[in-house]
T-cell receptor, first 113, second 115 residues
Framework: AQSVAQPEDQVNVAEGNPLTVKCTYS??????LFWYVQYPNRGLQFLLK??????LVKGSYGFEAEFNKSQTSFHLKKPSALVSDSALYFC???????????FGQGTELSVKP | GAVVSQHPSRVICKSGTSVKIECRSL??????MFWYRQFPKKSLMLMAT?????????EQGVEKDKFLINHASLTLSTLTVTSAHPEDSSFYIC???????????FGPGTRLTVT
């Protein structure tokens, strides 16, 4: 069965510092991995995805994520956090047979000035 | 990216009434649409998956007679919450996909409040 774990309910970072939001996954077959961001009372916005190829994936708004097959992780990173990055972040996984997209429980990122 | 719209964005209804939420793919044909429910600051719970022209597949624990899903065309799916109760109050988000390996796009969500 597919599953995604985001071990941190909340991450607090000072503006300008690097940020990491953690995600680990379990899926049969090769994984398709995604990160989404959600602002209050809004739908999900796509940030980036890993399908195949380079393990380091660059996405929107300066975010990037690194696929680590041995650790079954796909942590989201940004070198320098902005206050406007404060939002709810979701990691998601799907198998390569086009199955359902399964979400992690979400991590609330708070960036303080 | 592709655009998925939802209507209405907010709805308030009285207990016992039914409410319909529409989900449209605006610039692509969605062979598959998904309906999610989200509680405050919580993850998205997949309710059902629908393929155009066929019956929806509901996740375990989701009442198919209460949450009626229709995917009548390649650009429209509807979710009808029948005989709504206050515990049905939630944020409902739809998502659409153009094919089995295609990207999945999300609507902006509908806030349902049942009084």
């Amino acid at each position: 069965a597919q599953s995604v774990a985001q071990p941190e309910d909340q991450v607090n970072v000072a503006e300008g510092n690097p940020l990491t939001v953690k995600c680990t996954y379990s899926v049969s077959g090769n994984p398709y991995l995604f990160w989404y961001v959600q602002y209050p009372n809004r739908g999900l916005q796509f940030l980036l995805k890993y399908i195949t190829g380079d393990n380091l994936v660059k996405g929107s708004y300066g975010f990037e994520a690194e696929f680590n097959k041995s650790q079954t992780s796909f942590h989201l990173k940004k070198p320098s956090a902005l206050v406007s990055d404060s939002a709810l972040y979701f990691c998601a996984v799907r198998n390569n047979q086009g199955g359902k997209l399964i979400f992690g429980q979400g991590t609330e990122l708070s960036v303080k000035p | 990216g592709a655009v998925v719209s939802q209507h209405p964005s907010r709805v308030i209804c009285k207990s016992g009434t039914s409410v319909k939420i529409e989900c449209r793919s605006l610039d692509f044909q969605a062979t598959t649409m998904f309906w999610y429910r989200q509680f405050p600051k919580k993850s998205l719970m997949l309710m059902a998956t629908s393929n155009e022209g066929s019956k929806a597949t509901y996740e375990q624990g989701v009442e198919k007679d209460k949450f009626l899903i229709n995917h009548a065309s390649l650009t429209l799916s509807t979710l009808t919450v029948t005989s709504a109760h206050p515990e049905d109050s939630s944020f409902y988000i739809c998502s659409a996909r153009g094919g089995q390996g295609a990207e999945q796009y999300f609507g902006p969500g509908t806030r349902l409040t049942v009084t």
